[in-house]
């Protein structure tokens, strides 16, 4: 694997914006984070400066650490919108990992970037679906996407999210609907009486290897999927979320 990739959400954050909601979510996401490199099991929060980067252990033991807490409670005191908060797993270069949310309160959108270079990311398609997963129970966005770093640049519709490797889209989609995709992974959740329920579907455009934006073939398909959903009024606008 030798190109950077990207996860990024969608959402409206309808959870409080305090500094203990956004981190605590990140911890939440990082535990599924980390089954896809060693080196996504330590995060540090983002400094200034190298050094300042280096300071502040994120979280420990499954939990946020009271150091952190009160640094970004001083950070983020006078910051209301958007919150930001990014942290980071310590490693440069091709190591290299970071996460950030930017939050605004509702019903502006908020987004969340994960960015993940070659040894910080996983070319197993099923651990990657699983952090789009997590990160839709935890967010329920508007939509989640995971592309190599050049795919926003050649998907078909500027003003609608690409599908990259997946997608993610909080509606029931099937193979009837889309047979370009080479899977479907439902995400599951709780309907208002507690019952499970299918909440939203990722679409996964390549199964056998990592996706590439520089393969002719996988952005081939992931194209045509781009192409079909439309055809059928599928994938929202930007305008539209």
């Known amino acids: ?6 996860i990024s959400m969608s959402l409206r954050h309808v959870e409080d914006l305090s500094v203990s909601v956004l981190v605590e979510e990140l911890r939440r996401l990082t535990v599924d984070l980390g089954t896809l490199s060693p080196t996504l099991n330590e995060w540090l929060l983002v400094g200034e400066t190298k050094e300042a980067a280096l300071l502040y252990e994120a979280f420990k033991e ?24 990014a942290i ?5 270069g ?9 939050a605004r309160p509702a019903p ?19 651990k990657v679906a699983n952090v789009i997963a997590t990160g839709a129970k935890i967010w329920s966005p508007l939509y989640g996407a995971v592309e ?30 889309i047979p370009e995709a080479r899977s479907f992974v439902p995400v599951m959740g709780k309907d208002a009486k507690g019952n499970n329920r299918q909440v ?12 590439l934006d520089k393969n002719p073939e996988h952005v081939k398909i992931a194209n045509a999927i781009e192409i ?7 994938l929202p606008r930007f305008t539209d979320l």
């Open 62 to 85: 499954d939990k946020v650490t009271t150091a952190a807490l009160a640094v970004l409670d001083v950070r983020l005191k006078n910051q209301i919108d958007p919150r930001i908060v």
């Open 148 to 177: 190599s770093n050049g795919y926003s640049d050649i998907k078909v519709f500027k003003d609608r999210p690409g599908v990259g490797w997946m997608l993610y889209l909080p509606r029931v989609l099937t193979v009837q609907q």
């Open 94 to 102: 091709h190591a290299g990992a970071s996460l950030r949310v930017m």
């Open 1 to 6: 694997m030798k190109h950077a990739y990207e």
């Open 200 to 211: 939203g579907t990722i679409v996964v455009s390549v199964t056998d290897e990592p996706f």
């Open 228 to 234: 079909r959903m439309v055809d059928q009024d599928l």
């Open 108 to 126: 502006h959108l908020s987004i969340v970037n994960f960015v993940g270079r070659p040894e910080s990311f996983s070319d197993d398609w099923q």
């Open 88 to 92: 980071w797993n310590g490693h440069e």
